[in-house]
């Protein structure tokens, strides 16, 4: 909902970064809806974490955030 998709447009992207920069905000990390817990998915997945790891650099994230698979119990 708020709009940080990948295929963000640069100019958003910059104003966005800029809007953080400039209020004191630090953008502590970008949530992706990646999830590497289906081997099927993995590679679209993939491009997805590339995608996103380029938006989290367009925004000032230092980091992004994706799944991975359920631990298993023991």
Known sequence: MHGI???L?????????????S????IA?????????NPETTPANIELTRQCV????A??????RVFGAPSEKS
């Not at 447009?9 to 920069?21: C, F, T, V």
């Not at 925004?59 to 992004?64: E, Q, T």
Request: proline letters at 8%; hydrophobic letters at 45%.
């Open 23 to 26: 209020t004191g905000i630090k």
């Open 59 to 64: 925004v000032g994230a230092p980091c992004i």
């Open 54 to 57: 380029d938006l989290a650099a």
């Open 5 to 7: 998709e990948p295929g």
């Open 29 to 37: 990390c970008l949530a992706t809806s990646c999830v590497y817990a």
């Open 9 to 21: 447009a640069p100019d958003r992207a910059r104003a966005i970064r800029e809007l953080a920069e």
